[in-house]
């Protein structure tokens, strides 16, 4: 029965599909092209996180029963990989940063092993990168491989949804001693690459 209804659904368009399962189509408000069928969450293959089907789920309510239409911003939604050690991105990566950037990129990277690790003399580097618009000077993605990247790129998160600009961070004071400080203290470029140059990484 199942099957028939899913069937009778991608026939008329609301269910699209990838190679491997059926997802809804839907627009801007979560809606499918028949008015009364609406659709959030993994289903629709929009991002498929617990925040973004919780933030589709809010937007369809506030648009459906509170009178105000709202759409759901998929700019800046952070995310995480929860190995070890974690890794934790947001924003746009180097390679689509610089295919929309109009003047340069510029990179700031910084590899350290965390000060708590000095006494036990555990080997376990963490790594960060900021991506900046140099016209702009706006932050426009973060990454982290690290102890703590999920929690600290939340914070990161916020910024960047603020429109933070690399001098914001610059003049932010760090919390010592912490690894999240480190996004603080990127004063030197790791790189800059020029528009329409070819990223070095595309992360
Ligand atoms: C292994 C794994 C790890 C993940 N880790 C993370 C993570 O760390 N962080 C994160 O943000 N996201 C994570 N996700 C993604 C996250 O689980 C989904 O994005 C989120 O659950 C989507 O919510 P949803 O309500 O759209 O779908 P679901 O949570 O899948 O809910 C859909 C529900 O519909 C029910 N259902 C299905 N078909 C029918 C039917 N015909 N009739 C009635 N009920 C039906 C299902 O049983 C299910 O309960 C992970 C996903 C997987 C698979």
Redesign the pocket.
């Known amino acids: 029965m199942?099957l028939l209804v899913s069937i009778a659904l991608f026939c008329r368009g609301i269910i699209g599909h990838s190679i491997l399962y059926l997802f809804y189509q839907v627009d801007e408000y979560s809606r499918t092209n028949i008015p009364s069928i609406w659709a959030?969450?993994?289903?629709t293959n929009r991002i498929?996180?617990?925040?973004?089907?919780l933030m589709e789920?809010s937007c369809f309510s506030k648009t459906v029963f509170g009178g105000q239409p709202s759409k759901p911003d998929y700019r800046d939604v952070p995310?995480?990989v929860?190995c070890i050690p974690p890794l934790s991105v947001v924003g746009l990566t180097e390679e689509q940063a610089v295919e929309g950037a109009k003047g340069d990129v510029v990179i700031f990277t910084s590899s350290f092993n965390p000060m708590k690790n000095t006494i036990s003399g555990r080997q376990e580097k963490t790594i960060m990168k900021l991506i900046v618009d140099a016209e702009t000077d706006k932050v426009l993605g973060a990454s982290m491989c690290g102890p703590d990247a999920a929690e600290i790129m939340q914070g990161i998160a916020i910024a960047m949804k603020c429109g933070a600009t690399k001098a914001q961070f610059d003049s932010t004071v760090g919390i010592h001693p912490s690894a999240a400080e480190e996004f603080v203290t990127m004063r030197t470029e790791t790189r800059r690459i020029a528009a329409g140059s070819k990223p070095k990484t595309n992360l």
Request: net charge negative.
């Open positions: 199942a959030v969450g993994d289903v498929n996180l617990t925040p973004v089907a789920g995310c995480a929860f």
